[in-house]
């Protein structure tokens, strides 16, 4: 497959006229179907049996989500065979505010089996989005592919390396548009190959030779053309409706949230023990231990070393008791060999993907000779789920799922049949990783039915999230790759994917300490956070570049860790409601008095309280920041409360990095500095009320507690506090209501800012007056001043 190369409107056939839902198109007429599914969100769909005979969708997504069809925008096809997405009219879509219109004469078009959509683009649009690609925060003028590829093995190394290779791993064929102040999602509703541009250049000599009117456009080279349209006055709106179409992220055990170590080298119990014991030794809190391919008896699936392993349910359990939690890598190649079960049951039940000849389809990974689980057969994912079952209940804690792109080795993936050889590789290719996960999560879930699994894939496609996080694949060790993994994890955010981030410090190459040190302070609030990194590259645990970057990083995993109880609350809302946890600037805030925030792409909002600003350029010492917002924003290294709508100069020490905390936000943080994270408790808090000196916000949140494993919230095993704080003088004014007592007491340490002195508590009908004590702690680089209450209990017995 040509990865540069994707199709021209010049090669296409439009449709030419509209009536009754067919559109005349060439030589047939073509069923063209919109639906309002309500609250702005719209589907389009064209159906033609001759030219599009394969309907191979096999994740349905959720269209029942939406509330009836009150809907503000109007999305239609016009009578001369256009669409045409407006605001406020009330004539079929062309009445009102034009916000989107497609190319007159040239909207709807098919070239042979192939498909396009063409809209008409003014200078003021810029686009973003994409899921998962390194070419950017802003995706204008932008030609792409969304084809899942094992990114190492299909593009130059130097590419990689320093440049922009695409596509990545995942394939999410979705656009943000902004057009003036309103905001517009188009989600590509197709597995295959899907291509899109927004305005690139296809001309030698840079100019248009027949000055065709500006365009972006998006198609596919053969399946069903259908395509969600999603509309709103923000990119939160957008993208949390969005996130419901695909499904939202189910709340994640807590352990996964924390640190996790990995490398491709660790491979059983000597290694595991050796990993447990120097995170003891240097007082350094990590959850999780990644073993990759080594662990497997000669690689194959489903099998563990006998070299490596001892009592595999011993040695798991010791590790488990000190807090840890291992994690074990799973391929979908299975070893094509004489008397391996997992090989022989596949073959025996027919669940490999078939080749043209009717065999099972060969691909050459680690194993050598392997055949692929057919998921997008449901006794294929049933077959697989059976096996990881057993797997989960062997002792292990999640699992990696990876070469699921699918890879192949060598071998040409179109040879790769899916139904039983009745789907080409089309169909499938971008779903195959997603349905691994799948079946994944089923088998965990049968193992362990009232514990949330943990599972992390490389591949991923549209509604990936309701099962999997992912890691942003094989990148490196440098400081290109420490900016692109910003941009990349936030576009992955607005495209339906918030569980992300990508190996830290870098997987290939090695990492100096000065990269170490940027890359874990940059991403410490990341939603994942693992360092993993390559056989044959330089050692990278914490440890190995000397005293003082181990106190930095340590320090930062640390704050990680303590702020937890913040992050869950993210997380809570990202399956409530389906908001976004790492943000761009311009999710939160629009642009005002000239600053654009969508042009910022090297910092980032975690939550909506946390504003990171991280040092991304090697020797760097000092940078820009924006404060967006009319609000101010408390800087972590001193304290002060800055004023916003404005960009400021910003120095960073060895030991800092440049972190700011939004005024009228209430940041709930486990109790202490972390130095393990045995003690993670939900249900033990200190309450961060940023509130400065005369400010006149009211801070509010609902704090959600619980065990951060099972099940048991969904049958009401939770506590929730809702907590209102204002500041009056030196005095910080907190009122507190419990919501639901399912689970246990919450003990709440109340700390305040910028002169605080005390604290009057109103619980029920009752207030008390609560002096605050001098506190002083390390946020990121210097102390900050602050002052702290006693222990209080919720419920309490007084109240």
């Known amino acids: 497959m040509y990865f540069n190369k994707i199709r021209h409107p010049s090669n296409f056939t439009f449709a030419h006229a509209h009536s009754n839902g067919t559109l005349s198109f060439g030589t047939k007429p073509v069923q063209a179907k919109v639906r309002d599914l309500g609250e702005d969100v719209f589907h389009v769909e064209l159906r033609d049996t001759d030219r599009w005979p394969l309907d191979a969708r096999v994740l349905p997504l959720h269209d029942d989500a939406f509330a009836g069809t009150d809907s503000r925008y109007q999305l239609a096809i016009t009578d001369n065979g256009n669409l045409a997405l407006n605001c406020g009219g009330s004539d079929g879509g062309t009445g009102g505010e034009a916000i989107l219109s497609g190319i007159t004469g040239a909207c709807l078009g098919a070239c042979g089996s192939a498909w396009l959509v063409q809209f008409a683009r003014n200078a003021e649009m810029r686009f973003f989005g994409q899921g998962e690609k390194v070419t950017g925060l802003e995706k204008t003028g932008k030609r792409t592919k969304y084809w899942n590829a094992d990114v190492w093995a299909d593009h130059a190394m130097h590419t990689i390396e320093t440049g922009q290779a695409d596509p990545q791993y995942a394939a999410v064929p979705y656009l943000l548009v902004r057009q003036g102040q309103q905001w517009v999602g188009i989600l590509v509703d197709h597995p295959g190959a899907v291509f899109m541009d927004t305005g690139s250049n296809w001309f030698f000599f840079g100019k248009d030779d027949q000055n065709a009117p500006p365009a972006f456009w998006f198609g596919a080279d053969e399946g069903v053309p259908a395509f969600y349209v999603i509309a709103g006055d923000s990119v939160a709106s957008v993208t949390q409706r969005l996130q419901r179409l695909v499904g939202k992220t189910p709340l994640p055990p807590l352990w996964s949230l924390g640190h996790h170590q990995s490398r491709w080298g660790y491979a059983g119990t000597q290694h595991l023990q050796q990993l447990d014991a120097a995170f003891t030794q240097h007082a350094f809190p990590n959850d999780g231990l990644w073993l990759d391919i080594d662990y497997m008896e000669r690689f194959k699936v489903f099998t563990t070393s006998t070299e490596h392993f001892g009592d595999l349910e011993h040695d798991l359990k010791q590790l488990q008791t000190n807090g840890r939690r291992i994690v074990p890598i799973l391929d979908p190649g299975v070893k094509v060999e004489a008397g391996y079960d997992v090989a022989a049951s596949g073959q025996a039940a027919d669940i490999f993907c078939h080749n043209p000849e009717g065999q099972p389809y060969v691909g050459f990974v680690w194993p050598g000779r392997t055949w692929f689980p057919d998921y997008s057969l449901p006794e294929g994912r049933d077959w697989w789920a059976s096996y990881a079952k057993a797997f989960r209940a062997s002792g292990f804690d999640g699992a990696w799922l990876d070469m699921n792109d699918p890879s192949t080795g060598a071998a040409e993936v179109d040879d790769m049949l899916f139904q039983r050889g009745a789907w080409p590789h089309w169909t499938y290719h971008n779903q195959y990783g997603t349905g691994m996960a799948q079946a994944t999560r089923d088998g965990f879930l049968a193992a362990r039915p009232d514990e949330r699994p943990f599972l992390l894939a490389r591949s991923a496609y ?101 702020l937890l109880p913040y992050l869950y609350q993210l997380w809570n809302d990202q399956e409530q409601s389906g908001t976004a946890v790492m943000r761009p600037l311009f999710y939160d805030f629009a642009n005002t008095d000239g600053m654009e925030l969508d042009r910022v792409d090297d910092q980032f909002l975690v939550g909506p309280a946390i504003l990171q600003a991280p040092i991304v350029h090697q020797g760097q010492q000092t940078r820009l920041v924006t404060l967006p917002g009319q609000g101010r924003w408390m800087d972590v290294n001193s304290g002060q409360f800055l004023a916003g709508r404005r960009t400021i100069h910003v120095s960073s020490t060895a030991d800092s990095t440049p972190i700011y905390l939004r005024e009228g936000s209430l940041l709930p943080m486990q109790v202490g500095v972390r130095t393990s994270a045995a003690a993670n408790d939900l249900a033990d808090i200190e309450l961060h009320v940023i509130l400065g000196a005369g400010s006149e916000d009211t801070a509010t949140l609902d704090y959600v507690a619980d065990d951060g494993l099972s099940y048991g919230y969904q049958r009401g095993e939770r506590s929730v506090v809702r907590f209102s704080a204002r500041r009056v003088g030196d005095a910080i004014v907190l009122a ?64």
């Not at 900050?784 to 919720?794: E, K």
């Open 736 to 799: 507190v209501t419990t919501l639901q007592t399912g689970w246990k007491p919450l003990r709440v340490r109340v700390v305040g800012y910028d002169g605080a002195s005390q604290l009057e508590l109103t619980v029920g009908v009752k207030t008390t007056l609560v002096p605050l004590a001098a506190h002083r702690w390390c946020f990121s680089g210097g102390l900050l001043a602050a002052s702290a209450s006693g222990p209080l209990d919720f419920p309490s017995t007084s109240q």
């Open 462 to 562: 549209t509604g990936s999230s309701r099962f999997t996080a992912v890691w942003t694949g094989d990148n490196f060790s440098s400081w290109h790759h420490l900016r692109t993994s910003i941009h990349c994890s936030l576009n992955l955010a607005l495209s339906g994917i918030p569980f992300n981030g990508p190996d830290v410090p870098g997987f290939g190459g090695h990492a100096d300490k000065e990269l170490a040190i940027a890359w874990y302070k940059a991403g410490c609030l990341f939603p994942f956070m693992r360092n993993h990194a390559s056989a044959g590259t330089a050692e990278q645990e914490p440890w190995v570049f000397g005293d003082l970057a181990l106190d930095v990083i340590r320090h930062h995993v640390r704050l990680r860790y303590k």
